[in-house]
């Protein structure tokens, strides 16, 4: 885990499942693919998805600078 990072956390029963990061809902906004980060931070967003872990790392260190 990359430092200051606070994980999502899934809580809850079978069929009411809750997402949470540090202690309150978290709700996904998101989008697939890394190359467009900024304009996902734009429009709203928290979350994206990837196909591969190839360049995973780096990945999450855009994220993390954006605040994903």
Sequence with gaps: MIAGILPVRITGTEGHWQLSRHGTPYFIKGAAGSSRLD?????????????????????LKDAHARSL
Aim: no cysteine; proline share 0%.
């Design 39 to 59: 304009g996902l931070v734009v429009a709203g967003g928290n979350s994206f998805r990837t196909w591969g872990a190839e360049q995973l790392e780096q990945a």
